[in-house]
């Protein structure tokens, strides 16, 4: 999710970005597997590896 901020000539500017975690559940509603993400296009790709780079921060593997 991305939130900008307008300003009055009515450009915009990106101020923040977010990004969730979804867990899928089973009937039974406890977590299941999904099919593995595997990126398509050099976006995908981009975003995929800062994803990978904030997690190896946050667990302190930097």
Do not use: C
């Amino acid at each position: 999710m991305d939130s900008f901020v307008e300003h009055r000539d009515g450009t915009r500017t990106l101020v923040n970005r977010a990004f969730g975690v979804y867990v899928a559940l089973d009937d039974e509603e406890k977590p299941a597997p999904v099919p593995l993400f595997v990126p398509e296009t050099e976006e995908e790709q981009a975003d995929w590896d800062a994803a990978v780079k904030r997690r190896q921060i946050r667990l302190g593997k930097s």
